[in-house]
């Protein structure tokens, strides 16, 4: 293509603009079939506890196998996402990568503590996941902190940085209440001091889930999602439980009341995280593997009838 100047054609030539604006090129969207896409599959939601080098609880772990777990879910392509972005549907990561959530309840000083000089330290799990993220920027650093009242023994700076770094924080019940002992005020309060302590500590942060305490429900199930106590009203988009399996896709059959998660911890347990990892990478066509578009929904058409009805419009099988 020849460009003629203003001199050129005989009138007055206009400065030559130092830089000429590029026009951006879309990127083309991966085919769905060359990825084998399938935003219809299942989803790990680890749940974690103390990361410690001397775990206790079944819960519990070392350092040492929280790097090791979070090196292999890297290494089979899995992408953190928060459990609000998975009830929501927000799956937004690459053509051909799985998503994990990663869970830490009870906001312990083994998940989040600071050094002197005010630095995330480097031992608990938040500073090695943000080590691990460093190292591996194709691995955002973040996860879903299910914390009770005076979270991280009571440090005024932990949820706002869990905050400003893109972490959810979640409810947890004010003292880790059984909830099934509780009457109905009971239940409501736990949960309202709850939400009421994270919006002080961290102001405009919005709570949209919540982990119940001992995976027990109140005896009014319905209270664990929604309710009222002291002039404040309160409504979670899921209710995780305790294990033990993997949960549906969020464009699929989930019950956002119940959400399952996969326990991670000291001894591998049955149907822990080490035997579903290993189940899904034997049945890849079992897990959610991403088109890479966000606003698509693709999957095999074979799998049409998982489908929730109010994703229709956005299916795309193949």
Not at 104 to 130: C, H, M, N, Y
Not at 165 to 175: F, L, V
Request: hydrophobic share 40%; proline share 10%.
């Amino acid at each position: 293509m020849i460009f003629a100047t203003a001199a050129a054609c005989g009138g007055a030539a206009d400065p030559v603009p130092a830089a000429i604006e590029k026009i951006p090129v879309a990127t083309p969207t991966p085919d769905p079939i060359a990825v084998a896409a399938n935003e219809l599959g299942l989803v790990p939601i680890l749940m974690y506890h103390q990361v410690t080098p001397t775990p206790v609880g079944e819960y519990d772990q070392t350092p040492e196998k929280f790097r090791a777990e979070l090196e292999r879910l890297h290494r089979e392509n899995y992408r953190p996402v928060t459990v609000a972005d998975y009830i929501s549907g927000h799956m937004d990561i690459p053509a051909g990568t799985h998503p994990v959530v990663l869970t830490f309840d009870d906001s312990t000083t083994t998940q989040l503590r600071f050094t002197e000089d005010a630095k995330v330290a480097p031992d608990t799990a938040i500073g090695i996941l943000e080590e691990f993220g460093a190292r591996n920027p194709d691995f955002r650093p973040t996860a879903t902190c299910y914390v009770n009242n005076e979270p991280f023994a009571g440090d005024a700076r932990a949820l706002p940085w869990l905050a400003a770094h893109g972490y959810e924080i979640g409810a947890h019940t004010a003292n880790h209440a059984d909830l099934g002992r509780l009457d109905r005020a009971g239940v409501q309060r736990e949960l309202v001091e709850n939400l009421r302590a994270i919006s002080a500590a961290a102001p405009g942060n919005r709570v949209r889930t919540m982990a119940l305490p001992l995976g027990i429900f109140p005896t009014d199930r319905a209270l664990a999602t929604a309710g009222s106590w002291g002039g404040t009203d309160y409504t979670f988009e899921a209710v995780l439980l305790v294990g033990a399996e993997p949960a549906p896709s969020p464009f699929g059959q989930v019950d956002p009341t119940g959400v399952p998660r996969i326990r991670s911890g000291k001894s591998e347990v049955d149907f822990a995280s080490a035997y579903w990892l290993d189940r899904l990478d034997r049945h890849p066509d079992q897990r959610y593997t991403s088109d890479g578009n966000p606003d698509k929904i693709s999957a095999p058409g074979l799998l049409a009838d998982e489908l929730n009805p109010r994703w229709r419009s956005q299916f795309n099988p193949y």
